[in-house]
């Protein structure tokens, strides 16, 4: 699939167009010369894992804040360390994924087998070690502490919102700023992180990197409310990854929080029925006739004008406002 398969309609619309194709390369470059080792047992697992890359949302994010924050327009204008910084956090994503597919039991990712399905949890959660490990190792390399430190800072931040969405598993009662709060954590901090660490390197003043900062974490809390949402309605043979995994695993997520918020008396008991049953026909027509799904959308799209108000204070240029088309893509993603 192409990278920018999920940013196209904005890609072919934005005059930037394509802007830091060539930039995306060499990070493409980075991560591959990175992830070589000399034990051919461990190469094929590491091109194994390249297939996972789809979508590259986080690295392309990085690279736009960094012309974004300074008003340039040219691909140019992003350094090494930009490219390195972004192959950095593909691959803290890709560890995060391979862990992540061995907690929820997934057999399929970018329409292919996950790493636990294929090789066993043993090797996965080794696999996602090496990664995170080959990412600090990359990080290092840079030779910026602050890149270790925020970095670092984001990885135990993850950990964290998977420690607190595991610790409130099966919970009926879990309300949405909790939902709000594990998201924020698991998934927007390093989105958030990427941004702000885009404007970072390009020199740009704190409040145009805290700016920036902002804009990442309503779009990576979007995109999180998103992928719940196709969890419950995708199409599995358009995501391309394992379905109807939050309901099988006890996790409530924002159309669930939302439908239960709504249900009182018997009919809350009935609903309590139903999840515990796992019946997620059932659960997803409840949930649609009582408007969730659509208030769901209605929250993610929230977040998103809240990360195009963020930008307010970088200067105008092309690449702002691919970046605030780009957020609204996000949530109209089907994969
Ligand atoms: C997606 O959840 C999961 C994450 C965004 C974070 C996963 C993080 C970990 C498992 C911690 C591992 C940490 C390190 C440092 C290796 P999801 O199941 O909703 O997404 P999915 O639909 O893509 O599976
Ligand atoms: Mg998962």
Not at 193 to 213: D, F, N, P, T
Not at 259 to 266: E, F, I, M, N
């Amino acid at each position: 699939m192409h990278p920018f398969a999920i940013l196209a309609p904005a890609w072919r619309r934005a005059p930037a167009a394509g802007i830091v194709a060539g930039a995306l390369q060499e990070v493409e470059e980075i991560f591959r010369r990175q992830l070589r080792s000399d034990l051919p047992a461990v190469n094929e697992l590491a091109r194994h894992v390249e297939r996972y890359r789809g979508k590259m949302l986080r690295p392309t994010l990085l690279l736009l804040s960094g012309l974004a924050a300074t008003g340039r327009e040219d691909e140019s204008a992003l350094t090494r360390n930009h490219k390195m910084a972004a192959a950095v956090s593909e691959m803290i994503h890709m560890a995060t994924l391979v862990h992540d597919d061995v907690l929820d039991e997934a057999d399929t990712r970018r329409r292919g087998a996950t790493i636990n399905s294929l090789r066993g949890n043993e090797t996965a959660v080794m696999l996602g070690d090496w990664l995170i490990s080959n990412a600090f190792h990359l990080c290092s390399l840079i030779g910026d502490t602050s890149l270790n430190v925020a970095f670092g800072h984001t990885t135990n931040t993850l950990c964290e919102g998977e420690l607190l969405q595991l610790s409130r598993r099966e919970d009926v009662c879990l309300d949405e700023s909790t939902y709000l709060e594990i998201v924020k954590r698991k998934t927007a901090a390093l989105v958030s992180a990427c941004c702000q660490l885009g404007a970072q390197l390009s020199g740009a003043s704190e409040e145009i990197q805290k700016a920036l900062g902002m804009y990442g974490q309503h779009t990576g809390v979007a995109f999180q409310i998103q992928d719940d949402i196709l969890d419950f309605i995708g199409d599995q043979s358009v995501v391309g990854k394992t379905l109807g995994c939050d309901l099988l695993k006890g996790k409530a997520t924002l159309p669930l929080i939302l439908y239960l918020r709504d249900c009182v008396g018997s009919s809350r008991v009935d609903a309590i029925n139903v999840i515990e049953s796992r019946d997620g026909i059932e659960l997803v027509r409840r949930m649609n006739k009582a408007g969730s799904i659509t208030a769901a959308q209605a929250v993610a799209e929230n977040m998103i004008r809240a990360a195009q108000d963020a930008l307010e204070p970088l200067p105008p240029s092309q690449v702002k406002t691919l970046l605030q088309e780009l957020a609204m893509e996000v949530i109209r993603r089907d994969r």
